[in-house]
């Protein structure tokens, strides 16, 4: 449902997203670039159907992307709230057993690294770096980092 909005309303806004005090939009086509850029390089990993991905990120823009993202490759997405301690993360990750974690800032990252000294089955941490419209060059087997997103 998704990609055939984002084909139908690509130079369209989806989402607004404030910057040096204006908003700017981010359109259907540059959301869909990013799943689908996101959703490759999780296959890369290798994510695959029925992994889980744990998602520790405030509301916004980025974590529909992402959800939407780790759906496309038919994973599970594990939603955290940011603000839970590293314990009770651990606790969670250790239950789920993701495969990748998805941090929205550096500081939830470093919470990040610190539960997956315990919690074995993470294999990548991302962390979410706007703008969403960059590309990056690397990522494991040739695959583009996903725009936006780079591995800690």
């Not at 369209?12 to 981010?26: E, N, S, T």
């Not at 029925?50 to 959800?67: A, F, K, Q, Y």
Request: overall charge positive.
């Amino acid at each position: 449902m998704f990609f055939s909005q984002a084909d139908r309303l690509a130079n369209k806004p989806l989402f607004f997203v404030r910057q040096a005090g204006r908003y700017q939009p981010i359109t259907w086509g540059q959301a869909r670039q990013t799943v689908e850029a996101l959703g490759a390089y999780l296959l890369q990993v290798p994510v695959n159907p029925g992994h889980r991905v744990l998602l520790l990120s405030e509301n916004r823009p980025e974590w529909g992307i992402t959800d939407l993202a780790i759906q496309s490759v038919r994973a599970r997405t594990v939603p955290v709230y940011p603000s839970l301690p590293e314990a009770d993360i651990q606790l969670i990750a250790a239950d789920c057993e993701p495969v990748v974690c998805i941090a929205s800032t550096a500081d939830q990252a470093r919470k990040l690294e610190t539960v997956r000294r315990q919690v074995r089955s993470i294999r990548l941490i991302l962390v979410i770096d706007p703008p969403l419209t960059e590309r990056r060059p690397s990522g494991p087997s040739g695959v583009p980092e996903p725009a936006g997103f780079r591995p800690v």
